[in-house]
């Protein structure tokens, strides 16, 4: 089992075994791997993901509970939920803001679950209104940096539905310029322009949801 958190666009995977992805991944010369937690080895692999040599990082620990904790405690965790939504025609949602190509969400309020936010981004951004939640989706992680804090946002991610003639309002205080229905034989010159954390989600939910949403 593994996560995989993204850092300068870069996916460092943590994980407690090896599978045959990660065994591969394991064996590129532009791979980090580690296999020994501390506070040392933590600061190494944030260190080498930053090279531009390097494609992606492998930590593994057979307890990746304490793996996990001890590498968000060097971050700034902020908690985020949106959603993939769809239409009648399943179509996806994308907005494109900041030169890339996206999916509504943004930061949860004090005392609001990750449903009720989720609900909320997807409204303000895009100006939908008509909004139900099918089912929870996936949970993607990168960082950035925020001044001289080191910020990691978790990200909750929901299957969502709304009619095709919903109205579409970019939230431009947002900088979000344009909103899209995309096709699925549209989907790829799209998550091309997408960050890598975005297209996790579309493909897992294409990998997922073959015949049904």
């Known amino acids: 089992m593994y996560i995989i958190i993204y850092i300068h666009n870069k996916p460092v995977y943590l994980c407690d075994r090896l599978d045959s992805k990660l065994e591969q991944l394991h064996h590129r010369p532009d791979t980090i791997f580690i ?10 692999m944030l260190r080498e993901i930053a090279l531009p040599e390097i494609h992606c990082g492998i930590f593994l620990h057979p307890d990746l509970e304490a793996l996990k904790k001890a590498f968000f405690k060097k971050f700034e965790k902020h908690v985020a939920a949106g959603g993939l939504v769809l239409n009648d025609r399943k179509e996806i949602l994308m907005i494109f803001r900041r030169g890339f190509w996206d999916l509504p969400k943004g930061h949860i309020d004090e005392g609001e679950t990750l449903e009720a936010c989720a609900i909320r981004e997807v409204q303000e951004e895009t100006g939908i209104q008509a909004l139900e939640i099918i089912k929870p989706l996936t949970i993607t992680y990168h960082t950035y940096e925020q001044g001289t804090h080191h910020i990691l946002k978790e990200s909750h991610w929901y299957l969502m539905s709304t009619p095709a003639d919903s109205q579409l309002i970019p939230q431009t205080e ?30 897992g939910y ?3 949801h073959t015949s049904q949403p």
């Open 35 to 44: 296999d020994e937690l501390g506070t040392h080895s933590i600061k190494a």
């Open 174 to 203: 947002e900088d979000i310029e344009q909103i899209e229905w995309v096709a699925s034989e549209k989907l790829e010159a799209y998550i091309a322009k997408a960050y890598p954390s975005i297209r996790n989600v579309i493909q």
């Open 206 to 208: 294409i990998e997922n």
